[in-house]
């Protein structure tokens, strides 16, 4: 089988980094495209070496600076996590060098030991950028975005997409974005999905934690896969993985270090206490959620109670993934107080908050940011017109200035 490629919108701002940081490190869940990526851009005088290969991580944990002294530079190193040693000795070797620009590229997929390492040892000789499974204009193989999703010229962004039909949106959403399913024409779903469950579970999990039960991890990720989109309940994951709840507040946070779920905090002001405390949970690969979910296809899945939330998933994922492609922070939460009002996403930008709601439908409606005036502003803000991210096929204009945003232009 021959597997595609597809250029990713992160590219630019990795060759931008290295001509300013001695190192870039790029993070992000397994099988995402990390090493493709850089295999495809990096110098002609650069080379690659993997530290999956057992014998060259046991070389590099053994002698590091003999290591990187055979190796040279500019070196880009796999897996960097495998070697932690590694960390120190490239501080020694940039600092020798006078922190030359562009000297090593690395990349991990385990965050918990290996961020600890990097900022004692590289602060200030590094750049960090975490890259997420293909987005949904990666996938299309259009025009990139590099910049990140701001409201105020969202507009645009729709003059620009190759808006697809609802069932065409659903069958993207099912299939996700890790780049192997999605390119590699002709490739089993199921078996693709369950491999990549067995080994990120054998490996990282293993790695990260004494768990000695990884069946009891599997099925905590299952209940948090069918709960994406949702105020995260320990106890009720605890429940389904017959864990304890401590043991499952554990293992959610071995999802977020390894890239496969994150927590959206909730929106807040010192001065208020009736806004909820707890952070609600994405998968960021709406593909390996619906696989974990047990949906078996697009059409199942659209026609489901999990449409609307996988949904909700998915406009989050495309917006981290706009940020993080582009090196920058998102500054997002939700808004949730005891009366019950609620807002998707409140994006904060330029002094300005945005509240965003997701809702599957092709004709928005004022009444879907009713709860936006509802949220307290502090330390000067401005709350704009809101956007609705809706199945219409192009922008729906709506009143006091907000407009209902077409998914697919995401």
Known sequence: MVTEYRERSMAAKVKELSSVFACVLITGARQV?????????????????????????????????GFLAEMGEPLCIDEIQYAPEL????????????????????????RFHMMKGVSES???RIAIVDLHSLSQREVCGGELCREPFDPARARELVQKANLCSLEELYERIWLGGYPLPVLR?????????????????????????????????VRLMRSAAMRTGQQL????????????????????????ASGIVALLEPYHVNTTKRLSKTPKLYFLDTGLCCWLAGWSSPVQLQNSMFAGAILETWVYGQLVRSYANAGKALNMCYYRDRDGAEVDFVLEKNGCLYPMEVKRSASPKSADL?????????????????????????????????????????
């Open 185 to 217: 024409k002709g490739m089993d779903v199921d078996d693709y999905f369950r491999s990549y469950v067995q080994t990120y579970v054998e490996r990282d999990v293993r790695a990260l934690t004494q768990a000695g039960n990884l069946a009891a991890f």
């Open 233 to 256: 309940v320990y106890s009720d994951l605890a429940r389904d993985a017959e864990v304890s709840p401590k043991t499952a507040a554990a293992w959610v946070s071995i999802l977020q």
């Open 33 to 65: 495209g990390k090493s493709t990526m850089l295999k495809r851009i990096m110098p002609e005088d650069m080379r690659y070496v993997t530290l999956d290969d057992y014998n060259m991580a046991d070389y590099a944990r053994k002698d590091p600076m």
């Open 370 to 410: 009713k709860w936006a005036s509802r949220i307290p502003l502090g330390n000067h803000l401005q709350l704009r017109p809101g956007i609705v991210f809706c199945t219409a096929t192009e922008a729906v204009p709506m009143p006091f200035g907000a407009f209902g945003f077409p998914i697919q232009a995401l």
């Open 87 to 110: 960390l120190r000795a490239i501080k020694i070797r940039v600092d020798e060098a006078g922190q030359q620009p562009g000297m090593y590229w690395l990349t991990g997929s385990q």
């Open 122 to 124: 590289l602060a200030g």
